[in-house]
T-cell receptor, first 115, second 114 residues
């Protein structure tokens, strides 16, 4: 069964510093991978997705992620953190199960940005 | 193009009661999925509907049920509410049911069971 592990429930960075949020997946088939962001009291917004077209995926708000099959990883990065990046981030894998395609989410990583 | 909307925003119910949560998908989206997000956790898949038929469900008991209507609206019904049902309930619509189809999430309904 597919699963996602996010390393670190809370990451704190200074404004302008590199953001690195870690995600490792487990999948017996080529996965479709997603990063979502959730601001307080809001739903989830898609940042980017990997669908096997390119291993380096660029998303919104300056975020990008690199799919590394050998490491089963899909880490999210941003070169320079902004205060508005403070939120909860979820990595997810899309599975195919009897014709339906639910997302399986990690437990999330809360990003704090310090001025 | 309007996004995914959900109602109500917040809801307080008593243990044993029944609740109906509503979702309005983006026009043209044939698939709607429902997720439960407990405090401090990632969303968990409840079930998915495709063209008004249930298309699979996660590890949730039968007292969680749903409906999808031709006008792109859908419902999540929960019977015999338990304290552990307190959570944020999210619906997500997608154009189709493929694994790469982007799921667009609504803002959620916060359910509190006392």
């Amino acid at each position: 069964a597919q699963s996602v592990t996010q390393l670190g429930s809370h990451v704190s960075v200074s404004e302008g510093a590199l953001v690195l949020l870690r995600c490792n997946y487990s999948s017996s088939v080529p996965p479709y991978l997603f990063w979502y962001v959730q601001y307080p009291n809001q739903g989830l917004q898609l940042l980017l997705k990997y669908t096997s077209a390119a291993t380096l995926v660029k998303g919104i708000n300056g975020f990008e992620a690199e799919f590394k099959k050998s490491e089963t990883s899909f880490h999210l990065t941003k070169p320079s953190a902004h205060m508005s990046d403070a939120a909860e981030y979820f990595c997810a894998v899309s599975v195919v199960a009897s014709g339906n395609t639910p997302l399986v989410f990690g437990k999330g990583t809360r990003l704090s940005v310090i001025a | 193009e309007t996004g995914v909307t959900q109602s109500p925003t917040h809801l307080i119910k008593t243990r044993g009661q029944q609740v109906t949560l509503r979702c309005s998908s983006q026009s043209g989206h044939n698939t709607v999925s429902w997720y439960q997000q407990a405090l401090g956790q990632g969303p968990q898949f409840i079930f998915q509907y495709y063209r008004e038929e249930e298309n699979g469900r996660g590890n949730f008991p039968p007292r969680f049920s749903g409906l999808q209507f031709p006008n792109y609206s859908s419902e999540l019904n929960v019977n015999a509410l338990e304290l552990d049902d307190s959570a944020l309930y999210l619906c997500a619509s997608s154009l189709d049911r493929g694994p790469s189809d982007e799921q667009y999430f609504g803002p959620g309904t916060r359910l509190t069971v006392t």
